[in-house]
């Protein structure tokens, strides 16, 4: 019985090649043809979207559950500063409570080229929209642990600061949505100018409606051969949306990772959950790889901000204006008593002459 369902199988074959013509030698070829020259249609185009061949989880620049490398030993990773406090769910940089500021700073310095950072965080509190404040931003910076007003961080840093400020300052117009996210590149010399929501100094972002969201929130910042892509994830689609796209972005090796957060007389919570660094290997050429050491954090072609970034000596802040204002009145207020005096002495003068 073996012997016959053995012997049966090479006239199967040969039905089934009748039945197929599919099967056949010239067939195949054509079909193998087909294949090949699909693939070589493809290829280029899956080539552009995969930049980078893998990504690795760097455990040292991460921050997740359950924390166990935050705090004050010799052997965390992370530092806290000011209000920031940790919980099994989040760490909270600021409380809803006036005048807090907070952050979370990585103690390892960070040497890789190419990276993708990806924030899951959570802004919330009992205040009505545009009746909440500040917001919160995540870093790369030759700086850390300094206090200041950009968020809870130093002014005129030196590296990259993505804001996600949740509160008009100047921009009441509406002309822009709230909370929105911006990208500023400092040189430890701009001046981010808080009052004005960083329009000086922005070099592209977008609106993200992150505060008191339903779903998680999520914020994506990938560097890959000087090219910095900010993503967001918001609305619970489980998929990310541009937000902003710098090219011949440059940053200096052995900055820190830090996030932080600030509330003034308005307030909100403002949490991180988590922040995953992979490290992602990309393919160069040689050119590529002999590039320059950079020392000083810059962009290469600042004509693609043009009407985004603005000079700041051409502009005149409020504190100039003020200033301006005082000292033109303080000028007129002495030349009328310098031309009161004046005339006083020429009217006596005068009356003396008929005496």
Same mark, same amino acid.
């Not at 990772?257 to 922040?275: E, P, V």
């Given at each position: 019985?073996?012997?016959?369902?053995?012997?049966?199988?090479?006239?199967?074959?040969?039905?089934? $090649?009748?039945?197929?013509?599919?099967?056949?030698? =010239?067939?195949? !070829?054509?079909?193998?043809?087909?294949?090949?020259?699909?693939?070589?249609?493809?290829?280029?185009?899956?080539?552009?979207? /995969?930049?980078?061949?893998?990504?690795?989880?760097?455990?040292?620049?991460?921050?997740?559950?359950?924390?166990?490398?935050?705090?004050?030993?010799? @052997?965390?990773?992370?530092?806290?500063?000011?209000?920031?406090?940790?919980?099994?769910?989040?760490?909270?940089?600021?409380?809803?409570?006036?005048?807090?500021?907070?952050?979370?700073? @990585?103690?390892?310095?960070?040497?890789?080229?190419?990276?993708?950072? =990806?924030?899951?965080?959570? *802004?919330?509190?009992?205040? =009505?929209?545009?009746?909440?404040?500040?917001?919160?931003?995540?870093?790369?910076?030759?700086?850390?642990?300094?206090?200041? &007003?950009?968020?809870?961080?130093?002014?005129?840093?030196?590296?990259?600061? *993505?804001?996600?400020?949740?509160? &008009?300052?100047?921009?009441?117009?509406?002309?822009?949505?709230? &909370?929105?996210?911006?990208?500023?590149?400092?040189?430890?010399?701009?001046?981010?100018?808080?009052?004005?929501?960083? !329009?000086?100094?922005?070099?592209?972002?977008?609106?993200?409606?992150?505060?008191? @969201?339903?779903?998680?929130?999520?914020?994506?910042?990938? +560097?890959?051969?000087?090219?910095?892509?900010?993503?967001?994830?918001? %609305?619970?689609?489980?998929?990310? =949306?541009?937000?902003?796209? *710098?090219?011949?972005?440059?940053?200096?090796?052995?900055?820190?990772?830090?996030?932080?957060?600030?509330?003034?007389?308005?307030?909100?919570?403002?949490?991180? *959950? @988590?922040?995953?660094? +992979?490290?992602?290997?990309?393919?160069?050429?040689?050119?590529? %790889?002999?590039?320059?050491?950079?020392?000083?954090?810059?962009?290469?072609?600042?004509? /693609?901000?043009?009407?985004?970034?603005?000079?700041?000596?051409?502009?005149?802040?409020?504190?100039?204006?003020?200033?301006?204002?005082?000292?033109?009145?303080?000028?007129?207020?002495?030349?009328?008593?310098? $031309?009161?005096?004046?005339?006083?002495?020429?009217?006596?003068?005068?009356?003396?002459?008929?005496?």
């Amino acid at each position: 019985m073996v012997a016959a369902v053995t012997k049966s199988n090479p006239n199967r074959l040969r039905s089934l $090649g009748f039945l197929c013509p599919m099967f056949r030698l =010239k067939n195949l !070829r054509q079909l193998t043809c087909l294949f090949v020259a699909v693939w070589l249609l493809l290829s280029p185009s899956l080539a552009q979207e /995969q930049d980078f061949m893998e990504d690795f989880l760097k455990r040292e620049y991460s921050l997740v559950k359950p924390y166990r490398g935050l705090g004050f030993s010799s @052997s965390s990773q992370w530092d806290l500063m000011g209000t920031a406090m940790v919980t099994p769910d989040y760490v909270r940089l600021t409380p809803d409570l006036q005048s807090r500021q907070g952050a979370v700073w @990585s103690r390892v310095p960070c040497y890789l080229r190419d990276w993708e950072l =990806k924030v899951h965080f959570k *802004i919330s509190g009992q205040g =009505k929209k545009n009746f909440n404040g500040d917001g919160l931003a995540l870093w790369l910076t030759k700086e850390r642990m300094q206090n200041g &007003p950009v968020f809870g961080n130093m002014n005129q840093f030196t590296g990259l600061g *993505i804001f996600v400020d949740t509160y &008009p300052n100047i921009d009441k117009s509406h002309d822009r949505a709230f &909370p929105y996210i911006s990208v500023m590149l400092g040189n430890g010399t701009l001046t981010y100018d808080h009052d004005r929501d960083g !329009r000086t100094t922005e070099l592209g972002g977008c609106t993200a409606i992150a505060r008191n @969201s339903i779903y998680d929130t999520f914020l994506l910042i990938r +560097y890959v051969k000087n090219r910095l892509t900010v993503m967001t994830d918001v %609305e619970g689609k489980q998929e990310w =949306k541009d937000c902003a796209d *710098i090219t011949g972005l440059r940053l200096p090796l052995g900055y820190f990772f830090g996030a932080s957060s600030a509330t003034g007389d308005l307030s909100d919570n403002h949490d991180i *959950i @988590s922040m995953k660094l +992979y490290q992602l290997s990309v393919e160069r050429t040689t050119e590529e %790889e002999e590039q320059e050491e950079v020392l000083l954090p810059r962009v290469d072609n600042m004509d /693609q901000f043009q009407g985004k970034v603005e000079v700041e000596d051409e502009g005149t802040s409020g504190v100039h204006l003020f200033f301006t204002f005082l000292f033109s009145v303080l000028g007129l207020g002495v030349l009328a008593v310098v $031309g009161l005096i004046v005339y006083g002495r020429w009217k006596e003068n005068r009356r003396k002459r008929f005496y």
